[in-house]
């Protein structure tokens, strides 16, 4: 029996390789006063940019240009919606990875209202937005968070008393993604892999979610078939177009997916590390998924084999997990004629290797210590992650990595 499920708001959907020629069309029907919402370098030293440029001056399009260094923060939101507020813009467009998305969300929603940006996050704020923004547009540049397809903007505040909490609304979805896979090919491996470790554990927290359903397990399956083929292509070989457009894909998926069905263990402890400690988001999430995946399986295998009234009650659940960890084995393993066990087995052997093949950094690299964990652990949410894991569990992920 097919579970029950709804479906989240999905933007327009251009997936193709030149898809940002589309754009100043776009801005001249919104109205032609556009804002490029940009990352540093990435996008605005490509040939795509100079392009771009060129097509909005000939369209007679107005443009304004905010850079964004790292994870947006309320001061980057508060001071672009400030300086912006009287320009009249018509449209806002997010051409960069998931931080650069994440802040024009962000701004196109607070340029219709007054206050802060912190007064409307999840938890931190005290005021609930209306939904209203200006018209946006999400071009991704990298293959990582999906934020082209979700409703929340990330906002952090790093350091102590930290937070990185979300701008969340039905209408924050993006009215339009344009998917250029061409745009990807200017990013450098090292945030290839920590991008595409991130779009890989969205892709199996949602398989693996304790909301997951038929609909997301399709998608999140389809995306994993990308992340076989390309991940690891994509960053031995950045100018492999067939494999960026799988990554593009993946990451779309991962976005729809982690949407609809909700995310584990890992980004439980990925958002609190990201509050409290300047690590990139992708790189936490790449380098905990395979000792998270790991303990998830073993507890899930303690479980399966304990024999309280407790737990059995469970077990359909229990066991239904173990499966999909299995069915990852299989789509990842191309062995055939295998049992569940070593299926599993081979899965998490996989992650530790490729977690080694992409020379994804430990946590310690970044300054985290040993005695930064209690206050991580105690400060995360693990909802969704398909099997509970206590405090010292929790830990133990964190620890292995550091």
Not at 63 to 71: D, L, R
Not at 249 to 277: E, P, Q, Y
Not at 291 to 298: D, E, P, Q, S
Request: proline share 4%.
């Amino acid at each position: 029996m097919v579970k029950s499920f709804r479906l989240a708001r999905m933007p327009h959907i251009i997936f193709r390789a030149g898809a940002v020629r589309d754009l100043p069309d776009q801005a001249v029907g919104y109205g032609g006063r556009i804002l490029l919402v940009t990352g540093v370098r990435s996008f605005t030293e490509s040939p795509q940019a100079l392009r771009l440029r060129e097509q909005l001056a000939a369209l007679g399009v107005e443009m304004h240009q905010v850079t964004v260094t790292g994870e947006p923060s309320p001061v980057t939101v508060d001071e672009a919606v400030s300086n912006l507020k009287g320009a009249g813009i018509t449209l806002v467009a997010g051409i960069g990875g998931g931080s650069v998305m994440d802040a024009g969300k962000a701004i196109s929603a607070m340029l219709t209202v007054g206050g802060s940006v912190t007064d409307y996050l999840e938890v931190v704020g005290s005021r609930e937005h209306p939904g209203t923004k200006v018209p946006f547009i999400a071009v991704p540049t990298t293959s990582g968070t999906g934020s082209e397809a979700t409703k929340n903007a990330v906002i952090s505040q790093v350091g102590k008393g930290g937070f990185k909490r979300s701008l969340r609304h039905d209408n924050f979805v993006p009215d339009v993604a344009l998917i250029d896979p061409e745009l990807t090919l200017n990013c450098p491996p090292d945030i290839t892999a920590a991008a595409g470790m991130d779009c890989f554990t969205q892709l199996a927290e949602a398989y693996l979610s304790t909301k997951s359903n038929e609909f997301t397990d399709a998608l999140a399956l389809q995306g994993m078939e990308a992340i076989k083929r390309s991940l690891v292509r994509s960053y031995t070989d950045g100018d492999d177009i067939n494999a960026r457009s799988d990554m593009s894909f993946a990451a779309l998926m991962s976005g729809i997916c982690l949407a609809n069905a909700g995310l584990g263990a890992v980004h439980g402890l990925a958002g609190t590390i990201g509050a409290l400690h300047e690590i990139p988001h992708g790189a936490v999430c790449g380098t905990l998924m395979a000792a998270a995946n790991k303990i998830n399986v073993r507890e899930l295998r303690r479980l399966s084999q304990a024999g309280s009234e407790a737990v059995k009650n469970t077990g359909p659940e229990i066991s239904a997990s173990l499966e999909k960890y299995a069915t990852l084995g299989r789509l990842f393993a191309d062995a055939a004629r295998k049992n569940n066990d070593w299926y599993i087995d081979f899965f998490i052997d996989f992650l530790f290797a490729l977690t080694y093949r992409l020379s994804l950094p430990r946590l310690g690299t970044f300054g985290l210590e040993k005695d930064n964990i209690a206050d991580i652990v105690s400060q995360s949410d693990v909802k969704n992650n398909p099997v509970n894991l206590s405090f010292d569990q929790r830990a133990e992920i964190i620890f292995g990595r550091l």
